[in-house]
């Protein structure tokens, strides 16, 4: 979190707009471990790391954002947020560990920060929109940590069941700059196309559940002015 807060400090010294922020930094069914912080590697990276620096970069995309022009978070999240569980009580899987389990709640998470952000920016008139997206399966080495037989057939098959890196991008880059995406916000997008997220994403209780307990892990209190009111 210390180097998250340490990159904002040097953005912001630049004094440059910020038209479009993309969340895609991620680890893929590591060993039980965790950050510097001590928080569960997928949780922390994966998620945690991405609610606090949209947070503290809210107020600049707010204001490079204008009526007609909105400025843009775009969160990449997965299709194994389908199958994961949030448990509210054990976010960090302390009671039994699973890195299928801990990945899969991370995207899930992402899914459900991007709903609440966007009803909260909605909510403000914010000229920033966000959107969660779904690269597909890509092949990169994110899957340098799954079982050795899936990573053989990736090596022999790759090329013909996997999206390229650039491939994988696309729908990154179409929510980032489409024009029929304008405005539009709270999207859940798969092959540049929207599409219907696990259904508990669109629980809006749960929503600001994690948003609170986001808020207190990273240090940002809701209605701070480095953040936003949750």
């Not at 928080?39 to 107020?59: A, I, K, R, W």
Request: proline share 4%; glycine share 10%.
């Amino acid at each position: 979190m210390s180097s998250i807060r340490q990159f904002v400090q040097k953005f912001k010294m630049k004094n440059i707009p910020l038209h479009v922020l993309v969340n895609n930094a991620g680890v893929m069914m590591v060993p039980q471990r965790e950050t510097k912080d001590g928080f569960e590697e997928h949780f922390g990276l994966n998620y945690l790391g991405h609610f606090l620096l949209t947070n503290l970069l809210l107020d600049t995309l707010r204001a490079s954002g204008s009526p007609g022009c909105s400025a843009r978070v775009v969160t990449v999240s997965s299709a194994t947020h389908y199958v994961g569980q949030l448990d509210l009580e054990d976010l960090q899987g302390s009671g039994s560990y699973s890195p299928h389990a801990a990945y899969a709640q991370s995207k899930l998470a992402l899914v459900l920060f991007t709903y609440r952000l966007q009803r909260l920016l909605a909510a403000q008139g914010s000229p920033v929109t966000a959107n969660v997206v779904d690269p597909g399966v890509v092949d990169t080495d994110l899957y340098r940590h799954v079982f050795w037989g899936t990573r053989l057939v990736k090596r022999a098959l790759g090329w013909l069941l996997f999206k390229t890196p650039d491939e994988g991008a696309w729908t990154s880059v179409y929510a980032a700059v489409a024009p029929e995406l304008e405005g539009v916000g709270g999207r859940y997008l798969y092959n540049e196309k929207e599409t219907k997220s696990l259904k508990v994403t669109y629980d809006q209780k749960l929503q600001q559940q994690l948003w609170t307990k986001s808020c207190q892990m990273t240090g940002i209190a809701d209605g701070s002015p480095e953040g936003i009111s949750g």
